[in-house]
């Protein structure tokens, strides 16, 4: 049904704001828009608006995306319904959900797990789960959007540290008393700069102020530690962390976020994490791939370790080419899959996306508000998919 003339014109002028700040973000090289990949891209090489390109973009860090697809057709969830028709407490949690929370809580060696349908949902749940009018949370300034949305909604009082900056925690750690509780929240690998948390220091001083420590493993798990759990098992801290939070949407191929530790905090979040409570379960199709993504972690470490030498062949092909320096990649004590090629100004980020687009690569550009102003970059995310080759074509590309 088409819309009467007149209706049109007064949507046209109520909507007019719109066009204006569309505008306002096109002068400022900051507009976003939609680009279509094909379905049938391969591992390292995807078709983007019918282009063929070498992929530096995706978060399918061991190539386990197209490895589930294939085992999922012989596992005979597949041929279950699709759709799990409602929230976890309501039906919507199968005996798939299930084997996920209990398989992830082998794997992160806690007592429980909870799985939700995005890490979004999972950052999101926790922090207003456990948060509120009369606590305080102490948030790293390159949080995750995710963590900054669970810490707004919580109506807690946020207090933002400087990035990694653990003097800056302490200070603001000590001058803060008479509250209800006390959260510090991290991302443990940083999703823009690829950098590290530094995590025994942050549970050092949640120890000594009593704080909980929250640690969001999004791009860690399946990368980092002997077993794959993530950079608490790296730095050999786990026994110190609250909450542990990770997705099965990076490393592990798939889609749903989740959370574990103690029984009691999951007993808490299944009665308080609202993005839990109120929004449909993942299908069980998509819990079932988390569990098979776990043993593959656990059964296929080569994987981890040829994605780490790719991160080691990469950065110092970046640095001979004077790209990068040693501040610039990942942290002191390592650098990441996640590689950041600092740029400053949008506009300068954006043209070498596109030249580098133009040259059969897509490596996407960072802009505001993912990152302030003048830090804007491009982001190169590595697999272990990626040939020398490949990683060897990026270099000549940037040079
Ligand atoms: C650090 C971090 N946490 C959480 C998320 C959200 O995870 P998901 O994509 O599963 O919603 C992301 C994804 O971009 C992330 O980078």
């Known amino acids: 049904m088409s819309l009467a003339p007149q209706n049109e014109r007064s949507n046209q002028d109520r909507q007019a704001w719109i066009d204006d700040e569309l505008s306002a973000r096109k002068q400022a090289g900051l507009l976003r828009t939609q680009r279509v990949r094909s ?55 199968t005996e798939a959900h299930q084997e996920l929370e209990q398989e992830l809580s082998c ?10 349908s995005t890490g979004y949902a999972a950052n999101v749940g926790a922090i207003t789960a456990l948060t509120g009018a009369g606590d305080v949370i102490f948030s790293d300034a390159k949080n995750h959007a995710s963590i900054i949305d669970g810490c707004r909604l919580s109506k807690a009082n946020v207090v933002i540290y400087r990035h990694n900056d653990i003097d800056h925690l302490s200070e603001l750690l000590a001058g803060v008393t008479d509250v209800r ?34 640690v969001d493993e999004a791009h860690a798990t399946g990368v980092f530690g002997e077993n794959g759990r993530g950079l608490a098992e790296h730095f050999g801290c786990e026994a110190a962390i609250d909450v542990s939070v990770g997705t099965l949407s990076k490393a592990l191929g798939s889609i749903g976020g989740f959370i574990t ?13 609202r993005p839990y409570i109120y929004s449909t379960a993942m299908p069980a199709v998509c819990a079932r791939a988390g569990v098979l993504a776990l043993k593959r972690v656990a059964a296929e470490p080569q994987r981890r370790e040829l994605l780490l030498s790719n991160v080691g062949h990469l950065v110092s092909a970046l640095r001979e080419a004077g790209l990068i320096s040693n501040g610039d990649a990942g942290a002191e004590d390592g650098n990441s899959q996640i590689i950041p090629i600092m740029l400053g100004h949008p506009e300068k980020a954006l043209q070498l996306s596109l030249s580098l687009r133009e040259a059969g690569m897509n ?37």
Do not use: C
């Not at 697809?69 to 407490?89: C, R």
């Not at 530790?261 to 994490?273: E, H, P, Q």
């Open 39 to 93: 379905l049938q891209s391969q591992a390292k090489t995807i078709e983007l608006n019918g282009q063929l390109l070498i992929d530096f973009s995706s978060n399918d860090y061991l190539g386990l995306a197209g490895e589930l697809s294939k085992e999922l057709h012989q596992d005979p969830i597949w041929n279950t319904n699709w759709g799990s028709g409602a929230s976890p407490l309501i039906t919507g949690r």
């Open 363 to 399: 490596v996407p550009a960072i802009r505001p508000p993912t990152v302030p102003q003048q830090e804007s970059l491009l982001r190169i995310s590595l697999s272990s998919q990626h040939t020398s080759t490949q990683l060897d074509r990026l270099v000549a590309g940037l040079v």
């Open 261 to 273: 530790g103690s029984r009691l905090l999951i007993d808490l979040l299944v009665n308080k994490a």
């Open 107 to 116: 794997f992160k060696h806690a007592e429980a797990a909870l799985a939700f």
């Open 181 to 214: 509780r006390r959260l510090i929240v991290t991302d443990t690998l940083f999703s823009m700069d690829g950098d590290f948390a530094k995590l025994p220091q942050l549970a050092e001083l949640a120890e000594t102020h009593n704080a909980m420590l929250m």
